[in-house]
């Protein structure tokens, strides 16, 4: 058990921060003969980097759940107070969220919060729908027991996530969602699945509080995903990914003005 819980794994959403992260602190942080101390200045190159990544991971989180509304303008000065630290950081991990497509410069003069809108989450959808069908066909046509093993664990993960608060669902929902694709071994086409899945969230985030949206049976809806997947049922497999994210892309688009 001990060595399939290490199967359990988070893909990167976005570049790996935590190589750049944990560099070796300083043993002596005087300089010598005049020039400066190379441990004093990766250890202060180390704590900038760790603090833009603090930064650019509260405000993504807090753009995609919706608590930076979409359109909000985002100042520097605010935010800093607001997540406590430096405006170096803010503007790089804003900068950041810009690539993500999370957050708009405006005029070069500032940031915003990306807007919503209906015919954006149709687009959305409308490449999530193809994107993944293919990822998905490919994936389920290199199946092994590996992959199988993970998607299973993953799978549970997600179920007792499901009992737990809304950001641990997510986090294991979206892992459970790329396990199902990673075996295509196409890495391309998989940035561009994560990306356009964390730009789907702020939508889903909107349709969670709707009376028709609880009434759907998401676990029986994941069920039939995996069940197919494991026995290599491509167009099953595929048809009930699709119905999932398309049951959802109706209801959204219902409550969207255009």
Known sequence: MDDKRRLIEHLD???DWNERSQLRAPEDCATKKG????????????????????????????ILTGELPPGQKLKI????????????????????????????????????AAPVSKSNFEEILLLRCNLEETALRASIANADG??????????HHMKKASQKSAPDFEDAHKVFHMALLENAKLPLLLRYCSQLYDLNIRY????????????????AEHQQILDAALDHDADSATR???????????????????
């Open 13 to 15: 959403r976005t570049i």
């Open 35 to 62: 020039k400066p101390d190379m441990d004093a200045m990766l250890d202060t190159e180390g704590k900038e980097t760790s603090a833009t990544h603090g930064a650019y991971r509260r405000l993504r989180e807090m």
């Open 77 to 112: 000065e605010q935010l800093r107070g607001l997540l406590d630290t430096g405006a170096s950081p803010v503007r790089e991990a804003l900068s950041l969220l810009t690539s993500d497509m999370l957050v708009e410069r405006i005029d070069q003069r500032g940031f915003r």
């Open 146 to 155: 590996a992959w199988e093993d993970r998607l299973v664990l993953r799978h």
């Open 204 to 219: 889903r985030y909107l349709a969670a509080g709707g009376p028709s949206y609880k009434k759907r049976d998401i676990a």
């Open 240 to 258: 009930h990914l699709l119905n999932h994210y398309r049951r959802t892309g109706e209801y959204l688009s219902s409550q969207m003005e255009s």
